[in-house]
DNA sequence: ACGATATATCGTACATTTACGATGTACGAG
DNA sequence: CTCGTACATCGTAAATGTACGATATATCGT
């Protein structure tokens, strides 16, 4: 089972600008540690900062200010547990990116040969 | 019709690490008048340069970088035609993120209500 | 060949990001 | 209350990004 499941949901928002609010999920997504920190949110069972932190090659105060940013940006959230901070990729705010992206460039009718 | 379709494609650019790949793409679209730049490509007929520039309160040099970014990125492709270059936006380039999210983030199932 | 036009690149200034170690804060154990 | 643990924040240095004006380059028209 998941170590803990994250609350609800923060407020979600909302960017009266589609382009801002796009560049402003992908600037978060544009650094390979910050990618690699919502993967292994997403694919493990295991949230805590700490492994996060063991998991990557980089400062535990670096890795603190990669949160930050993920968690700005709502793509991730965390909730206090006790000692430990157990932190959860935000999958709609995810798939918000997708849908931000498809408003952008809607994928050609016919494309699923 | 559009005003000059760009060749057909340069070098698709295999990235060996996907985390590193969405990392790049998403630092290219991590600016709000990249996402414009994109987005003004996508939606008008116009693809030169000069009408980019008029588009945006930058200036030219200013956008004429940008533009460099989003080239060296993949996400626009851009043809001399004359004294002009024609950009266009790589559709295929800008699906390949939606779809480096989607291995990352995969659309929980029956999420289509 | 010359001048005008369209775009790229250079040089530069300032802001932001990234990284680290050091320090602060909050919690639980004892 | 004190100590250790887990995380955030601060201070700072180096790198990168953003913006501009100036300049270079290439093409077209004459």
């Given at each position: 089972m998941s170590p803990r499941s994250c609350p609800?949901?923060?407020?979600?928002?909302?960017?009266?600008?589609p382009d801002e609010e796009l560049a402003v999920l992908a600037a978060a997504l544009g650094h390979p540690a910050r990618v690699r920190i919502l993967r292994f949110l997403l694919e493990r069972r295991e949230c805590f900062a700490g492994a996060i932190v063991d998991h990557l090659p980089l400062a535990q105060s670096t890795v603190s200010q990669h949160l930050k940013v993920l968690r700005e940006a709502g793509l991730i959230r965390g909730e206090v547990d006790g000692l430990h901070i157990c932190y959860c990729a935000d999958g709609e705010r995810l798939r918000r990116v997708g849908e931000l992206l498809e408003m952008l460039a809607p994928v050609p009718a016919g494309s699923d040969r």
């Open positions: 609800p949901a923060p407020p979600p928002a909302p960017d009266a600008d």
